[in-house]
């Protein structure tokens, strides 16, 4: 049962006396667990943007931000955070949420720019459909077995090029790739090595073998699409050129800058070593208080085909990108509410979706037993007329159908029509079946609501009506969008009561005064 104190317990009044000269103090403690009053700020800023939810003082939506945590603790326990769907999803944000933290959105610009500019040079495409040969590497492969994979990749392209024209690149696909399909590759979905190959070719083209960092590939160019305007990829590249690597002057400059801010330490007779050989299990460099030796570059020297000066800056400038964007959270705590945000976000629609929006679709008998239950909350304020309209050839006709009709259940009514009497020659009645309100129909309104008489249809002129007047509506699919929205309201408060039922709840109301106002 849920605890709202407005003086809290000896122990957490001392605790709160603590944490009060403290610049984030703890505002509630849900279910043991902290939330400090930056949290909360952000999640109610976040929600309370527009002018009217302004008005919606932070007392009062406390309530709001309980439930929301006590439905994301509930997604926690149900390990919903820890699929690899749910992980994907939350680092792709991350990614698209860092770049701002690691370049400012001019100098991205000016970078995005030029890299458009040099593709459109180049001729690149924008779009390209593509079939591969493809093999799987993992980070732990033996030198042995990627030797053998290199040497066999080797010599499948080197039998698809001597047949030339009739080279049977599918056939190649089926019985050595990894990926059998075919598919649509646009600008920065793929690693930039598969992109700079893939991107260049022209259609019926066949690549050589070349690494990315999942692995070999042989692809064959299908379909080409050419590059779209600037504005409409701009925002793309932005958001994921950091994470290429490449040495653009603005890059070389953030580099230079982390290094110093982190003690990069450089290992010259490492570096030598390596330059000179091509290869060493020297220690290269130490930043950040980790050493970086010449195994990790050798894993990215597989995914990164180059001259060994080269392959070595971007490796550097990889390691330098990759430890300040693992510490983002800690060193904007802005960043740290953002992701948290989202993720709960996430873990929140994943949650409601189990527990309210797939029982819905599921849950014919109880939509039908909540409307049983609350079936005068849907009568209308005028009745209604539910039957049908009969517009018939003849009088004889129209009393011949309305008898017909009376035998048989309403749902057989369009259908006992068609096949008795209109299923020969020419028609003998024209039908509408339904659910009206007054003015839905010119027929209904004079026969039935006592309106205005309507003009009778020129090769139907006798019309007859078979129906009732209805208060409100006598099936649960009637009303199916306004019961759906009201019964997902009901499995929601139902839900959030059984959650509040187990929950234990302090709140440092003082703490709480203070929301945007310190």
Not at 493 to 499: C, D, E, N, P, Y
Request: glycine residues 6%; proline residues 3%.
């Amino acid at each position: 049962m849920i605890m709202i104190k407005n003086g809290l317990a000896i122990v957490f009044l001392c605790l709160s006396l603590a944490t009060a000269v403290a610049q984030d103090p703890v505002l509630m403690r849900i279910n043991g667990k902290d939330v400090l009053r930056s949290e909360f700020e952000y999640v109610y800023n976040k929600n309370n943007k527009s002018a009217s939810a302004r008005q919606v003082m932070p007392k009062n939506y406390v309530g709001t931000f309980i439930d929301y945590k006590l439905k994301v603790a509930e997604a926690e326990t149900a390990g919903m955070d820890t699929t690899s769907a749910f992980r994907d999803k939350l680092e792709a944000r991350r990614r698209w949420s860092s770049i701002s933290y690691l370049v400012d959105e001019e100098t991205e610009e000016r970078i995005a720019h030029r890299f458009y500019n040099r593709l459109k040079f180049a001729r690149q495409a924008g779009k390209v459909r593509v079939s591969h040969i493809f093999k799987y590497l993992s980070q732990n492969i033996s030198g042995h077995a990627l030797h053998e994979i290199e040497a066999k990749m080797d010599s499948i392209y080197q039998m698809l090029r001597k047949q030339g024209k009739n080279a049977d690149f599918d056939a190649c696909v089926v019985d050595f790739s990894d990926e059998k399909s075919e598919f649509w590759v646009s600008w920065l979905q793929m690693p930039a090595e598969f992109e700079d190959i893939v991107f260049g070719m022209q259609v019926g083209e066949i690549s050589h073998p070349f690494f990315t960092p999942q692995g070999i590939h042989i692809v064959k160019v299908l379909e080409r699409r050419e590059l779209p305007p600037f504005e409409e990829v701009k925002e793309g590249i932005m958001h994921s050129r950091t994470y290429r690597y490449e040495m653009d002057e603005e890059m070389d400059a953030l580099v230079e800058k982390l290094k110093k801010e982190y003690h990069y330490i450089p290992d010259q007779a490492g570096m030598d070593e390596l330059i000179s050989k091509g290869k060493t299990s020297r220690v290269l460099f130490i930043f950040g208080g980790k050493t970086y030796t010449g195994r990790e570059f050798t894993r990215f020297a597989v995914a990164h085909p180059g001259g060994v000066r080269r392959q070595l800056r971007e490796f550097v400038m990889k390691s330098v990108l990759d430890y300040e964007n693992s510490h983002l959270e800690q060193k904007y705590p802005e960043f740290r509410l953002l992701m948290q945000a989202y993720k709960e976000e996430l873990l929140l629609h994943e949650i409601t979706d189990r527990e309210v929006s797939e029982r819905i679709k599921m849950d014919e008998a109880g939509l039908k037993a909540y409307f049983d239950t609350h079936r005068s909350d849907y009568y209308w304020k005028e009745p209604r007329y539910k039957g049908i309209v009969l517009h018939c050839t003849t009088k004889r006709v129209a009393k011949q159908v309305r008898k017909f009709l009376k035998q048989i259940p309403e749902s057989e009514w369009m259908d006992a029509i068609r096949l008795t009497f209109n299923a020969e020659g020419t028609p003998e009645v024209q039908a509408e079946q339904g659910l009206f309100a007054y003015g839905d129909n010119a027929y209904v309104d004079a026969l039935v609501f006592k309106g205005q008489e309507a003009t009778p249809i020129l090769s139907f002129p006798f019309t007859a009506i078979l129906g009732r007047k209805v208060k409100g509506p006598e099936e649960f699919h009637e009303v199916s969008e306004r019961l759906s929205v009201d019964y997902r309201n009901y499995l929601e408060q139902r839900w959030v009561a059984k959650l509040r039922a187990s929950a234990k709840v302090e709140i440092n109301q003082e703490v709480l005064k203070t929301v945007n106002n310190h």
